[in-house]
C-alpha cells in the first residue's frame, strides 16, 4: 500500500490600504508559485496453493495558489506592476499485483487526484496610477495552472484451478484557475492592462487486468479520467480603467483526458 496526502497552499499578498511606490525603472512583482512532481509505486505479489494478493496506490493534492492586491491598496508609481499566481502539478500512481497459484485472486487499486488551484487578483477599491506628475506603465494579472494527474493499475493472476482479478485506476483534476479585478478601481497606465486565467490540464487513467487458468478465469477492469477545470478571468463593476492600448480579459483553457482498460 502506498499513500500521500499533500496540501501546500501559498500566499502572495499587499495588505489592505497599502500604499506602493517603485522607481520609474522599477516594477511591482508579486509572485506565488507551487511546483508538485510526485510517484507513488505499489507492488505485491503472492505464491502458493491459495495465493491473494491487494496492491493499492492513493495520491492527492489539494494546493491553493494565491497572488493578490487586498482591497484599497494604492500603487503610484512603477514601470510594471506584476501579479501572477503559477501552479504547476503532477501526480502519477501506479499499482502492480501479480498472484500464481492453484486458485489465484487479487486487486489493484490506484487513484490519483488534484484539487484546488491558483487566483491571481486585485481587491475592490484599488487605485492605481491616480497620482499626479506619476505614471504606471502596465499591470498585468495573470493566472497560469498547469496539471496533469496519471493512474495505472495492472493485475496478472496465473492458477490452475480459478484466476480472478479486479483493477481500478481513478485520474482526476478538479481545480479553479481565476484572474480577476474587482470592484470601483480607479486604474491608470501609459501602456497596457491585461487579466488572463490559462489552464492545461490532462488526467490519464490504464486499468489493466490478466487471468490465466486451466479450470475458469474472470475479471473486471474499470479506468476512469475525470478533467473539470474551472477557468475564468473577470473585471468587476464600476471600474474606471484608463489604457493606451484597450483594456482587455483573456481566458485560456487547454485540457486533455484520456482512459482505457
Known amino acids: 500500500v502506498g499513500g500521500a496526502d499533500f496540501d501546500n497552499d501559498t500566499l502572495a499578498s499587499v495588505g489592505r490600504g497599502s500604499t506602493l511606490r517603485a522607481g520609474t525603472a522599477g516594477s511591482v512583482s508579486l509572485t506565488a508559485a507551487l511546483d508538485e512532481d510526485v510517484d507513488v509505486t505499489a507492488f505485491a505479489g503472492t505464491g502458493g496453493i491459495v495465493a491473494v494478493d491487494a496492491a493499492v496506490a492513493l495520491i492527492s493534492s489539494t494546493g491553493a495558489v494565491q497572488a493578490g492586491l487586498d482591497d484599497e491598496v494604492a500603487i503610484e508609481r512603477a514601470n510594471a506592476v506584476d501579479i501572477a499566481a503559477d501552479d504547476t502539478r ?17 486487486a489493484s487499486v490506484t487513484g490519483s487526484t488534484i484539487g484546488g488551484g491558483a487566483t491571481a487578483s486585485i481587491g475592490d477599491e484599488v487605485a ?11 499591470l498585468h494579472v495573470l493566472a497560469d495552472a498547469s496539471h496533469t494527474a496519471v493512474a495505472t493499475a495492472l493485475a496478472a493472476k496465473g492458477g490452475l484451478g ?31 492592462v491585461e487579466v488572463d486565467a490559462n489552464s492545461a490540464g490532462a488526467a490519464r487513467a490504464d486499468a489493466t487486468g490478466i487471468n490465466v487458468s486451466l479450470g475458469g478465469a474472470v475479471g473486471a477492469s474499470i479506468a476512469r479520467a475525470t478533467l473539470s477545470p474551472t477557468v475564468s478571468a473577470t473585471v468587476g463593476q464600476r471600474n474606471l480603467i484608463d489604457a493606451a492600448l484597450p483594456a482587455y480579459r483573456e481566458l485560456v483553457r487547454t485540457t486533455r483526458q484520456n482512459q482505457q482498460w
Open 90 to 106: 503532477r501526480l502519477e500512481a501506479e499499482t502492480t499485483g501479480v498472484s500464481v497459484g492453484v486458485v489465484a485472486a487479487g
Open 128 to 138: 492605481i496610477g491616480q497620482v499626479a506628475g506619476d505614471t504606471v506603465g502596465e
Open 162 to 192: 480459478l484466476a480472478a482479478s479486479g483493477t481500478v485506476a481513478d485520474a482526476v483534476v478538479d481545480t479553479n484557475v481565476s484572474a480577476s479585478i474587482g470592484d470601483d478601481a480607479r486604474i491608470k497606465v501609459a501602456r497596457t
